[in-house]
């Protein structure tokens, strides 16, 4: 089961990295877990949802609120370095049916050379990070030996 989650990471992280592409894909909160597969109802995949254009204030508000937290400062410091930012979108259907969205919360991608990748929950809210996931991964290679 765990090396089943540590692949399950590790593609949702590589899904979440697309460098200095302006549009993000809706990650809905799904049953509490943050997916982004293809889902067809089954719990805790989520659903991949249509492109939408995250403007640079958001983006800017997202990075400000997390530069201030010093656990991300010392990943930036430590040679991580910002590459993406994926709003959280959450929808409520009222009981008339009528839908609202709003993204109240973001996942801020950084990334350290080719090792290492961590990411930074961001609730805009409340102007605070409530999480970071930091995942490396260690080659050694023994091929020449």
Known sequence: MAILFGVGVTVYANSLTNGTNTESNIMFDYDGCHGRGHGFGMRGFGWRGPPVTVSEE???????IAQNDSDVQALLTGGYNITDVRPIIGATVEADG????KATTAVLVLEKDTAGRAF???NTEEGKVTKIVILTMTVIDKSSE
């Open 120 to 122: 930074v929950t961001v």
């Open 98 to 101: 009528a839908v609202t969205m």
């Open 58 to 64: 958001y983006k800017d508000n997202v990075i400000n």
